[in-house]
């Protein structure tokens, strides 16, 4: 066969003498283009590879930074509202948020000291900044394991009050998120990692991040670098930098891997070209070389359309001339238009018309230009709905710097703005009513004093009278229905002028500007006491409720919102004094007797501090029948530093507002059991001391376990201490005076029923209490000789309590007709001026000794 082929060669080579010449000039050309093709073939397979590689971390970088960033902007719009939410409302905005972005494994609200992690920058000013920390390990923050592939990411905002931070609002990023993008597609041994600027390994193959790229990113927000070693591969590594979030995509492709095919067909070329006979097998080759490297690129560029194909945003691609020819899956989902529909279509067919045509000709000034644009679009879905996206468009150029296409992507953040903009009612309103909250009512009033410079402002001030009594009795639950109520009410009775507002509690104030004239003001006021003056129903039980109400009215030039709040207050003040269910217009003598309140309070608050001017003063209680005394009811006296002796109605409601009272009643307890101590040392009987507790202690203190403590500390008897309380507190719905009176039954101290028939006690009350005493109040007992009706009342008292097995105190006697007539309809104990004064614990021991001495001779 080889005999065969020479001699087929040879006689070839005779008959055409110029052949061979012709083949060695043939193949000296050919291997000078092969080379050529080689040499270009080899450098432009490089740069296609390492552009592929480019636009592919690019894409990855993108969706990724898209992503962290719509975290990152709910975070920081949640952070300034902290403040302002209550607990229920930012659990419900974290649980909306945490519907919306299923890359957070959770969101916390982290107090500054438990948030060291995000403590990295100075944060004494009121910034908000969101960063996103290095990784960490665990589900979640405050969720720690020992696990390396328990991993995620930190995102920390801060929040402020008063200027100064006080915390930080933390988001936990599941990294696994975006290993489903970079494990979606095969990327023929590509090997892509996520760092932080750090050098932390965020997300891949837990590669460290390559020294050139660390000192690289610092400066640039990309880059490309071949690397060829001896020994090692030649490979290329590819970056790419977020532009405001602290992490870099990098990406390793080996030249072995990516160039396998070219460097195979390369080989085949070389040693194929030896043998001149096999032309048409190397032209074949060749071909399957240039079929193979467009199939690769295809695949690149399959890849890259995948990636975006696959994304969560939202992306169309349009011509220079903006008309659409590309759309993903996530657009058709956005927006219900499939390719069929819009293609050929321009992005009008979103417009919802929410913006204006100079918005649109801002846009198109900016991309046609060459540069990227980037804001918030309300369009409008095939459906008709509206949706928010945050809208990036990006130009397309061709090598010659001319734009051939444009490339939008939208990141749908509709949930996330109706969440901000829930945060921001909840701010701004009342939860429960939805009226403006006193902040924001503030802020209204401020608005028009610095906008207007004529007319007059009214300002009226709202309180509801007995308001706490239906939340103890009924709870809390009628409470809100009663302020609910109350707010309809107020809304239907105002005029458009008006701007309503729940201050807290049962306080409403609204402001009325322009007014007209003051009288409107009062003709206001009078509408609203009358339409409160209603009665109110729940679940059977039926009050009537009424309301107090302040008005202040100044011209608003020179008008500032603090002293029209105050001079409402003021005035409504005076309207609860004054019997409340009314209204009263504030005038200047309203400011003397608040400060004279203030004053009140403020040497109070010092008198009880240092126990200066308060004493203790003690009435003797007799028994009916005999006139011996059984005992006293001890009493508060105070003395201001000049010497006044003030009226304990004049101070105590002040103590019970302020609270004062708790504070003031632990004094009273200790002084009263070292002083029944003294006299049980020096041999006195002083009987039963009655000391009289209010209900603001038995509500919210544990004012029995201070009695039962100082009682065990001098040693005085249970059988020798009485508590009196009013009637009014046995309708409080407390667990916490619940409990103080079931201390005093289970340590046999006895409960007197103080001014009975004053308040609005049931019987169903005083059943379930089982007190020991009924004490008639004084009013009635003033009636005794020439009121019949009183007569009545403390005789139906008497038979009420012998019925319930009780003894009854009569006080505020003064006359011998009052003592013969509680005696016959057998009164028990007796108490008054007739008997004694209040004396002083000196008075008091010489009474008790006279007593003695007097009993002695008889």
């Known amino acids: 066969m080889l005999k065969i082929w020479r001699q087929t060669v040879g006689e070839h080579l005779r008959r055409q003498p110029v052949l061979l010449p012709a083949v060695v000039i043939i193949l000296v050309c050919l291997s000078v283009i092969l080379h050529q093709l080689l040499q270009r073939g080899y450098e432009r397979a490089l740069n296609e590879q390492l552009a592929a590689n480019v636009a592919l971390v690019h894409a990855i970088e993108e969706s990724i930074t898209l992503s962290i960033q719509a975290v990152s902007g709910s975070l920081s719009s949640l952070s300034p509202q902290i403040p302002e939410l209550s607990d229920t409302a930012i659990l419900r905005v974290e649980k909306q948020l945490l519907h919306s972005f299923p890359q957070l494994h959770s969101i916390e609200v982290v107090p500054l000291s438990d948030a060291i992690l995000c403590q990295t920058e100075p944060t004494s000013s009121n910034s908000s900044k969101v960063r996103l920390l290095t990784p960490q390990d665990g589900h979640g923050w405050g969720v720690n394991v020992r696990q390396q592939s328990a991993r995620y990411w930190p995102v920390c905002s801060p929040y402020y009050a008063e200027g100064q931070i006080k915390g930080f609002v933390v988001g936990s990023i599941d990294p696994n998120y975006y290993s489903n993008l970079l494990s979606a597609k095969e990327y023929g041994g590509k090997e892509i990692d996520v760092f932080h600027t750090s050098g932390e390994n965020m997300l891949g193959s837990a590669l460290p991040m390559p020294h050139w790229i660390k000192e690289a990113s610092q400066s640039t927000a990309w880059g490309v670098q071949r690397i060829e070693k001896e020994g090692v591969y030649a490979y290329s590594e590819s970056f790419r930098a977020a532009a405001f979030i602290p992490f870099v995509v990098t990406l390793r492709s080996y030249d072995h891997i990516d160039l396998a095919i070219w460097s195979s067909d390369a080989w085949i070329l070389k040693w194929s ?94 991309i046609s230009s060459g540069k990227s644009w980037r804001g918030e679009l309300i369009n409008r879905d095939k459906s008709g709905s509206l949706i928010t996206v945050n809208q990036v468009i990006t130009p397309i150029k061709s090598v010659t710097g001319e734009i051939e296409n444009y490339i939008a992507v939208h990141e749908d953040i509709s949930a996330r703005k109706i969440a901000e903009e829930h945060a921001i009612f909840l701010a701004k309103h009342d939860g429960l009513t939805s009226l403006a909250n006193r902040r924001y009512f503030e802020e209204q009033i401020n608005e028009r004093i610095h906008g207007y410079s004529q007319g007059l402002i009214g300002l009226i001030f709202i309180d509801l009278d007995r308001f706490k009594e239906i939340n103890d009795t009924l709870g809390h639950e009628a409470g809100d229905i009663l302020l609910k109520r109350t707010a309809n009410k107020l809304q239907s009775i105002l005029p458009d002028t008006a701007t309503l507002a729940r201050l807290g509690g049962d306080e409403f104030a609204l402001f009325v500007y322009p007014l007209a004239d003051r009288e409107e003001m009062t003709q206001l006021a009078q509408a609203i006491v009358s339409g409160l003056e209603t009665p109110f129903d729940y679940q059977g039980s039926k009050f009537f409720v009424t309301c107090s109400v302040g008005v202040a009215v100044n011209a608003i030039q020179g008008a500032d919102t603090s002293t029209l709040l105050r001079q409402a207050d003021m005035a409504m003040y005076r309207s609860k004094q004054e019997g409340r269910n009314t209204y009263r217009i504030f005038d200047s003598s309203m400011d003397e007797i608040m400060k004279h309140r203030v004053a009140l309070q403020q040497e109070l608050d010092e008198a009880i501090r240092t126990g200066d001017g308060l004493s203790l003063d003690f009435q003797p209680q007799v028994n009916a029948c005999t006139g011996a005394v059984i005992g006293a009811e001890l009493l508060f006296r105070w003395v201001r530093k000049s010497g006044e002796h003030v009226a304990p109605e004049a101070f105590i409601p002040i103590l019970e507002e302020s609270g004062q009272i708790v504070t003031l009643g632990k004094w009273i307890i200790q002084a009263c059991c070292k002083q029944l101590h003294e006299w049980r040392q020096l041999g006195l009987d002083v009987g039963k001391t009655a000391i009289n507790i209010s209900t603001v202690q038995l509500s919210n203190s544990n004012v029995v376990e201070d009695l039962l403590a100082a009682m065990e500390e001098y040693a005085i008897p249970s059988e020798t201490m009485s508590v009196e309380l009013t009637e009014t507190a046995l309708m409080v719905s407390s667990a916490t005076l619940t409990q103080n009176l079931m201390q005093l039954v289970e340590n046999n101290i006895t409960i007197t029923i103080d001014d009975f028939g004053t308040g609005y006690c049931s019987l169903t009350y005083l059943k379930r209490l089982d007190a020991h005493y009924l004490k008639i109040d004084r009013s009635f007992v003033a009636g005794i000789g020439h009121n019949e009706t009183d007569e009545s009342i403390i005789l139906a008292t008497i038979a009420m309590a012998k019925g319930l097995k009780m003894d009854v105190i009569a006080e505020g006697i003064e006359t011998q007709e009052q003592v013969d007539f509680l005696t016959q309809h057998q009164c028990d104990i007796l108490q008054g001026y007739y008997f004694g004064e209040p004396m002083s614990a000196l008075m008091y021991q010489q009474h008790l000794f006279t007593a003695k001495n007097d009993s002695s001779k008889r």
């Open 273 to 366: 070209f030896a043998v001149f006979g096999l032309v048409i097998v190397i032209l074949m080759l060749m071909s399957f070389v240039f079929k193979h490297r467009y199939e690769r690129n295809n695949g690149n560029n399959r890849l890259l359309s995948a990636a975006i194909r696959n994304t969560a945003n939202a992306i169309f691609i349009t011509d220079k001339k903006g008309k659409i020819h590309w759309i993903n899956q996530a657009f058709t989902k956005l927006t219900g238009y499939t390719i069929q529909e819009i293609r050929g279509e321009t992005p009008r067919i979103l417009n919802s018309g929410c913006q204006d045509r100079r918005y649109f000709r801002d846009l198109w000034k900016t």
